[in-house]
């Protein structure tokens, strides 16, 4: 990756992606907006770069995930990916649907950060599955979402199907993908494809604000409290129990600032601390 003198902007090697860094919160911009970021094989290599490259960057404490122009991305480039894809080597076509999946959903999905997908525009076919891999999303009110694959005579590729079954009801969930008909931020929100929309002139300052609010938080008890989230939703109840009591005892051990055992000292012993309305004070043992 490259970077600027300033040391606050870094931009992957295919210049599809890029990242700027502010006081812990790395925005990464897929940058493709000429063709409303569309998902092409380099970009999903820049985007395996970049995770890569921020999960051991200290800049980086929440990865914002967005889009650049008026579109956050339009799902896989059907020029690019699929045509010119189907035309490779099979050793070929399955590196370039490696990488795909890697980034989108593989590493995204239990990514060791928090991160945050802000929708400020178009989010249609393939973009729901990095969208549903985020751990939460914000969007603009008027961001336009869309499974339009049926119009193309195919059904959503990949894992859209997984990622919409996760994000909607069925009833929703199949009315999109049998009309391929749009929805807005609003609707999204009310569905539980995003957690709130807001009108798009104030959709950046809510993403930081949601953003500063994670930072205050343990990093690694941010990190099993999702992880074991993402991996109970797949469970039975009594492997539910077993994994989530082996999370826990796990936390205890990794937690390099003992959150736990500060925090308790501090509300039972000391009575500062009051859970739920405020952040656990670090300095403050």
């Excluded at 339009?74 to 076509?93: H, I, K, N, W, Y």
Aim: glycine share 8%.
């Amino acid at each position: 990756m490259s970077q600027t003198d300033s040391g606050e902007r870094l931009t992957a090697k295919g210049n599809t992606a890029f990242v700027e860094f502010e006081d812990g919160i790395a925005w990464v911009t897929m940058n493709r907006p000429e063709k409303r970021n569309a998902m092409n094989p380099a970009l999903n290599d820049d985007m395996c770069e970049i995770l890569d490259t921020l999960e051991y960057d200290d800049r980086c404490r929440i990865l914002v995930l967005t889009g650049a122009g008026n579109s956050w991305t339009a799902g896989m480039d059907l020029r690019e990916f699929f045509r010119a894809v189907d035309s490779l080597s099979p050793e070929e076509q399955v590196r370039q649907r490696r990488s795909a999946e890697m980034w989108q959903w593989r590493k995204l999905r239990t990514y060791p950060k928090p991160t945050i997908a802000m929708v400020n525009g178009w989010c249609f076919g393939g973009g729901f599955t990095p969208l549903c891999s985020c751990d939460l999303a914000f969007a603009a009110e008027d961001a336009q979402f869309g499974v339009s694959e049926v119009n193309w005579g195919i059904i959503p590729g990949g894992v859209v199907t997984k990622a919409l079954e996760e994000l909607m009801g069925s009833r929703d969930a199949l009315y999109y993908i049998m009309t391929g008909e749009t929805f807005d931020g609003v609707e999204a929100a009310r569905m539980g494809v995003v957690n709130k929309a807001f009108p798009a002139d104030r959709l950046r300052d809510r993403t930081r604000a949601l953003a500063r609010t994670l930072m205050e938080k343990g990093p690694a008890v941010l990190n099993a409290a999702k992880v074991t989230f993402k991996y109970s939703h797949l469970m039975d109840w009594d492997t539910s129990a077993q994994f989530i009591g082996a999370k826990g005892a796990q936390l205890r051990l990794i937690d390099p600032e003992g959150i736990r055992e500060r925090a308790m000292a501090s509300f039972l012993d000391r009575k500062e601390f009051r859970p739920g309305l405020g952040a656990f004070d670090r300095e403050g043992e």
